[in-house]
């Protein structure tokens, strides 16, 4: 197990399960790893609550989990279904207050990989 794979397992991820999807290729997993930071969803998703679209919002929190949980990223996956639920049942008020969580654990996952990419 490389050096990103145990930072990030220490943030919750379960980066063994992770790799197994990508069929065992580490190089492939580090790949997807090393792109999370700049990938757009979080940012559709971010822009979607800002301007009160909650439809949209649902379309971007589902594919931000999606990708999360392929990349064994369990507690921002798990930050990412608590916003959808509620999102699913209208209840914006604590799709609002799961939104915070979302930030808070992707912020944490990100940073991590920024670290490392600055180190390579």
Not at 14 to 22: G, I, P, T, V
Not at 62 to 76: R, S, T
Request: no cysteine; aromatic share 8%.
């Amino acid at each position: 197990m490389n050096e990103i794979m145990i930072q990030l397992d220490k943030l919750g991820a379960e980066s063994a399960d992770a790799l197994a999807r990508f069929m065992d290729d580490e190089e492939m997993y580090t790949k997807y790893i090393r792109e999370f930071p700049d990938e757009p969803t979080m940012t559709r998703l971010t822009a979607a609550v800002e301007n009160a679209d909650y439809e949209e919002a649902e379309k971007a929190v589902h594919a931000l989990k999606g990708i999360v949980n392929n990349l064994g990223f369990l507690p921002l996956a798990d930050a990412a279904i608590d916003m959808l639920e509620e999102l699913r049942d209208d209840n914006i008020e604590d799709a609002l207050d799961a939104y915070k969580d979302v930030v808070e654990e992707y912020q944490k996952f990100t940073d991590v990989i920024r670290e490392w990419r600055s180190a390579l």
